[in-house]
């Protein structure tokens, strides 16, 4: 059995320990809004949060989640960061078909707990690994400055 | 005839409704009035009813005027979208277009996705229910605000006779209708009941563009709150009671068929469920989708490669090489389009130029794998799954399972990037194919190594341009000889006549240049073991590319600027002319560049819309970096705008892909690209700042999606040129091609 805290409830799964914390999610607690796009960390479309800090769920194993807490889009806008994130996506029309941006927005909210007013390069580096196949990039980093120029609330 | 109110709408454009069989009454159910499409007429229980009996304040039936529309009794506004939402915008914008003449906020209405049905969804200038080839707001344009206005005018109407006061002296807005010298107000849902019994007209009015109130304004998008939540739900998040999920590994060797398969260990893992054997592929069955992934490595499969066990991607080109240059062809290929004579013309001419040009396979590579869930029983089978194509989808169902259309349940959910893939079934056939073995419904995911190497891949084309130049250096004679394979002809073969392709010569056909001896052939030369398909501006994509490429030659060989080349030879097509003009002045064309930097445009009229393009590189060593593109676009009447600019920024950046990294090659028989590390795609610091700007009028409605894409190769391959002096050819552009 394995433990797992997921947006502050915790679940008691029979599932092996090797895996990845995007399937737990996903296909046994049955919270589908974090995505699955390559399997290897080569995407960004599976970001959730663990401890607070990015990290890839599809190759993250539930067993390196022991004792911490896992926080995914379902939950982000309870974040102040999230809330901000979210809130600008929509004000700047971010969004296309939207598959990546679970991810992305986790990604974002990342970057601007950690680095609240961040720079271009700050954006490149905190983003680059985070594709988006409709090419939102533009919005995404026009989003980013204006949440991070939002008070918080 | 009802009239639309003459101090509203002033010299409306009037709508003859006769044309599409639009709007013919059937029979209701409950005795509601259903309207459909193309449907015969039948007297259906509304005539028994008696329209004048009922108060509208007591009526309780909905009112449902066409295919598009629900108005229930307590106001709930259902718009029923028919084309799926994959990033494009349809399902804000096509609402826009029935909220516009029906007077309703677009906040407040209830969408739901059509279900597959050609007869009352079809899209019209593709002629079914097809989401693709830039149309959607083109095919919708005149027939959903012709719903809009039809339900209007008869929500407006039971108003008015309830009331017992002339319709003129009635208006709408938000929902409601008013009679303002009485100071009576009733809502849309309160008259619902009454308006469904009410006889169709055969015409209705149009407003006049001038009283729009949505079309052209930015409506924020309906789909994107759920979309920044995780609450959106893409094919992929389909959950089904009892669903089980399966992965599945199809013959690496591309047409390959499954020999045999030891699946002794794979059903020992812990969650593996059941092994299913198909003709060519293995799925792996289990309680999630980590069990099947280890299921199916743990399996033991051979295969037989059959043919294509040795094909490598030189040999194709070869092929198609050879085909070009007609060796050992009695016939040079189709006539696509002939003009005054440009065989003598070329011949006769004292200056000539050749070039040949190449574009590699692609992947569409939408970053949501392809995935389908089915449960088949004996009396029904239900499809969950994001599909461009649902009436395919439902058919290929048919085929599999001998069950009727009725019977075939397609639930359509948001796609996570089209792209053109997801115009094709062959996933779902698939995964139909898998469900019918199981008691139980599967979803089944494919990883990303199987979509990328399993696809249906962009065409590899090898074209040939030649022109014959004047004393000055403009082309007086004009050939194009598209060759590669024909996607047409497996999609929708009747649509290729006498071995014409036509989406492979789109673009290519009507070159805004050298257009009073022209030649345009095309020849067919399919690639062993690959299964071409749509990629994100189909034949335009490749075609531009080639001709704004070769145009860019001819000015170099003119010893004239680029822009002033073309500007000076596009006169009958001005807003082609307005487009190319905008988009360099607001680049700031001919202005200094530092080193290894160029500027580079294109200019094109593709899927109804005009779009020229100003792109900025930097050319390094070992890579080429676009860092600016300037857009301007002329789409014709401006549904939502800034849609429009988010087509063209998102199309600007998928072709920026295609145009720097991306092709798919084969070596013994497999796809050797497998997954985002070897295929690359443009990335956030990758991405180049994006400016776009609108030439708005009142000209028809053309389409966005795409222009943008097939806009941008040409415009980096010609500031690479620039840059560099060097001329690139060939797709992608890296810098080892250059050629001296």
């Known amino acids: ?153 | 005839m009802m009239t639309r109110l003459e101090t509203e709408l002033p010299a409306l454009p009037e709508t003859g409704l006769a044309r599409r069989e639009f709007l013919i009454a059937t029979a209701g159910v409950g005795g509601g009035l259903v309207l459909g499409f193309l449907l015969p007429r039948v007297m259906g229980p509304q005539a028994k009813h008696g329209a004048e009996t009922s108060t509208f304040r007591t009526e309780s039936r909905p009112f449902v005027p066409n295919a598009f529309i629900r108005v229930d009794p307590d106001g709930l506004v259902t718009l029923t979208v028919h084309k799926v939402e994959m990033g494009q915008g349809t399902f804000t914008s096509i609402p826009m277009l029935v909220a516009e003449e029906m007077d309703i906020d677009l906040a407040k209405v209830k969408l739901e996705q059509a279900p597959a049905d050609d007869k009352k969804y079809a899209d019209p200038i593709l002629g079914s229910q097809v989401t693709g080839g830039s149309t959607s707001i083109r095919g919708a344009w005149k027939p959903l605000r012709e719903a809009g206005a039809m339900a209007r005018i008869l929500l407006l109407t039971a108003a008015s006779k309830q009331w017992n006061v002339p319709l003129e002296e009635c208006t709408t807005s938000g929902g409601m209708i008013s009679h303002g010298k009485s100071g009576k107000t009733v809502s849309y849902g309160e008259v619902a009941g009454a308006a469904a019994l009410l006889p169709i007209p055969q015409k209705v009015q149009l407003k006049d563009p001038q009283h729009y109130r949505l079309i052209g304004t930015p409506a924020k998008r309906l789909d994107t709150p759920s979309k920044v939540n995780g609450q959106a739900k893409f094919g992929i998040d389909a959950q089904v009671p009892n669903m089980k999920i399966a992965t599945v590994a199809a013959s690496p060797i591309l047409g390959g068929k499954l020999t045999s398969v030891d699946d002794s260990k794979a059903r020992s893992i812990k969650g593996v469920v059941q092994v299913v054997k198909l003709e060519d592929a293995v799925a792996v069955v289990a309680d999630h989708m980590w069990a099947a992934k280890q299921g199916l490595a743990a399996l033991d499969i051979k295969w037989d490669g059959g043919r294509n066990a040795s094909l490598d991607i030189k040999d194709i080109v070869g092929q198609l090489q050879e085909a070009s240059n007609n060796q050992g062809r009695a016939a040079p290929g189709v006539v696509a389009r002939s003009v005054g004579d440009f065989r003598k013309t070329f011949e006769q001419s004292k200056h000539r130029f050749e070039a040949t040009y190449q574009v590699p396979f692609l992947s569409q590579a939408g970053l949501e794998p392809m995935n389908c869930t089915v449960h088949v029983q004996p009396d029904r089978c239900d499809i969950w799954v994001g599909t461009q194509v649902p009436t395919l989808a439902q058919a290929g169902a048919m085929t599999l399972t001998k069950l009727p259309a009725e019977k075939i349940f397609i639930h359509n959910h948001y796609i996570g990037g089209g792209f053109g893939r997801r115009l094709d079934v062959d996933f779902i056939n698939q995964a139909v194919a898998i469900a019918k073995q199981l008691p139980y419904p599967v979803k089944v995911v494919w990883t990303r190594e199987e979509d990328m190497q399993h696809g249906i891949y962009r065409p590899y084309y090898y074209d040939k341009l030649s022109a014959a130049l004047d004393d000055q250096g403009k082309p007086i004679a004009w050939s194009h000889r598209v060759t590669g394979s024909s996607v047409m002809s497996r999609w929708v073969p009747q649509m290729v006549e006498n071995g014409l392709d036509p989406d492979a010569v789109e673009g290519a056909r009507d070159p805004l240049y050298a257009r009073d001896n022209l030649l345009v052939e095309y020849i067919r030369q399919e690639p062993p073991g690959i299964v071409t398909g749509w990629w994100r501006g189909v034949g335009v994509t490749h075609n531009m590319f080639m001709i704004e490429s070769f145009i860019d030659e001819l000015a170099h060989l003119a010893k004239q600027d680029p822009l002033a080349y073309r500007l000076s030879q596009i006169d009958h097509v001005p807003r082609a002319k307005a487009v190319l003009q905008l988009a360099a002045d607001k680049a700031g064309w001919g202005g200094a560049l530092p080193q290894n930097q160029g500027r580079g445009l294109s200019v094109q009229f593709a899927f109804g819309s005009y779009v020229a393009q100003v792109a900025e590189v930097e050319v390094g060593k070992d890579d080429i970096r676009v860092k600016r593109v300037v857009c301007a676009v002329d789409c014709g009447t401006v549904v939502n705008p800034d849609t429009v600019v988010a087509q063209m920024e998102g199309g600007i950046i998928f072709g920026i892909s295609g145009a720097l990294y991306d092709q798919i090659t084969v070596k013994q028989g497999r796809v050797e690209q497998s997954n985002f590390d070897n295929y690359r795609v443009l990335r956030m610091n990758e991405a180049p700042v994006i400016e776009v700007h609108l030439i708005r009028n009142n000209e028809a409605p053309g389409g966005v999606g795409e222009p943008g894409t097939a806009a941008v190769a040409p415009a980096i391959a010609n500031a690479v040129f620039a840059a560099t002096g060097k001329r690139i050819r060939t797709l992608p552009l890296v810098p080892s091609l250059m050629q001296t």
């Open chain 1, 1 to 153: 059995m394995v433990t797992l805290n997921v947006n502050g409830k915790d679940h008691a799964l029979d599932i092996p320990d090797d895996m990845p914390i995007l399937w737990a999610v996903r296909d046994v607690i049955g919270l589908t809004g974090t995505k699955f796009g390559c399997g290897k960390a080569l995407c960004g479309a599976c970001t959730v949060h663990l401890d607070g800090n990015p990290i890839r769920s599809c190759v993250t194993p539930v067993s390196a989640a022991a004792g911490k807490k896992i926080t995914t889009i379902e939950a982000i806008g309870d974040t102040p960061e999230g809330r901000k994130v979210q809130q600008a996506w929509l004000a700047l029309e971010v969004v296309q078909c939207g598959y990546c941006q679970s991810g992305q927005v986790m990604a974002a909210s990342a970057l601007l707990k950690s680095t609240p007013n961040p720079t271009d390069q700050d954006i490149d580096q905190a983003m680059a690994g985070n594709i988006c196949r409709c090419g939102t990039y533009p919005r995404i980093r026009a989003a980013i400055k204006q949440a991070a120029n939002v008070k918080a609330a």
